[in-house]
């Protein structure tokens, strides 16, 4: 039953992300070639400069946009279909709290990790089109960047060190999108003005965990200013994703048992 959720969300949100996605791929080409022309226009006339202004304009809203939406269709989806008339339908389901919020949560997390991946390529793809950069000097400027990073530490960057920070990564993206999670289930505990009261718990959660992380962290941050050798070691980046991924799983955890603890016992849907 929770391959056919899965396949349900995935099919419900595709609905959503793939036409923005698509208008992305789309403009991005454009906005691009809009700009290029703007740039290699010898007489620079008013109207070219003016759409590659446009352009310029159109795209940073865009690359803005796309995170912004994403995140708004993954609290809008997670909250109409458990928190409101919707949610009849749903918890009449022959399926546990457990498979309603892994379901929702593995769609959230991979059209929120395709969102990040499209908004990297549609970069590049601009700096590739209007000339800011070749695919060679985009390769030479990442390898020029790991070697100035690391060039005081006792080791390069491995395969451990990438796996770290993409590991850190996804691991805040779920911690992220659970913190979500359990601020519309404990705002539906409100008796009224449910939405403005999971706002208000979303702030505190926000806050109280970016609190335990900067308290958590703070010691080794002490250590990478008394040591400037250290801090540009590759352990010491290592040691802080470690912790990091700690923490995002740790805050994971109790989103995710307090998400289904209410919305099994407590939830009064209205």
């Not at 109207?47 to 352009?55: A, K, N, R, T, V």
């Not at 749903?90 to 499209?118: D, E, M, R, Y």
């Not at 695919?135 to 770290?164: K, N």
Request: hydrophobic fraction near 55%; charged fraction near 10%.
């Amino acid at each position: 039953m929770l391959g056919k959720m899965i396949k349900h969300e995935f099919t419900a949100t595709g609905r959503n992300f793939l036409p923005m996605y698509l208008f992305m791929i789309v403009l991005t080409p454009i906005f691009s070639l809009i700009i290029r022309i703007g740039e290699s226009d010898v007489g620079f006339s008013p109207i070219i400069g003016l759409f590659s202004g446009i352009s310029i304009f159109g795209f940073v809203c865009m690359m803005i946009g796309i995170f912004i939406a994403s995140y708004i269709f993954v609290i809008v989806r997670f909250y109409r279909t458990t928190a409101t008339s919707e949610a009849y339908l749903t918890f009449t389901l022959p399926v546990s709290t457990h498979q309603i919020i892994l379901s929702k949560l593995l769609a959230a997390i991979v059209w929120q990790i395709a969102s990040g991946i499209l908004a990297v390529c549609a970069i590049l793809c601009m700096t590739f089109i209007t000339g800011i950069w070749t695919p060679a000097q985009c390769m030479d400027a990442f390898i020029s960047f790991m070697q100035q990073t690391f060039s005081h530490s006792a080791g390069t960057p491995s395969v451990r060190f990438f796996v770290l920070l993409l590991l850190t990564l996804l691991t805040g993206t779920i911690t992220g999108t659970l913190q979500i999670y359990c601020s519309i289930m404990i705002g539906q505990l409100f008796r009224d003005h449910r939405v403005i009261g999971g706002i208000a718990v979303y702030l505190a959660l926000y806050t109280f965990t970016q609190i335990v992380s900067t308290l958590a962290t703070l010691p080794f941050a002490i250590i990478g200013m008394e040591d400037s050798a250290y801090a540009n070691d590759v352990s010491y980046f290592t040691t802080l994703f470690v912790l990091s991924i700690v923490l995002n799983l740790v805050f994971a955890a109790v989103y995710y048992f307090a998400s289904s603890f209410i919305m099994k016992k407590h939830l009064n849907v209205q």
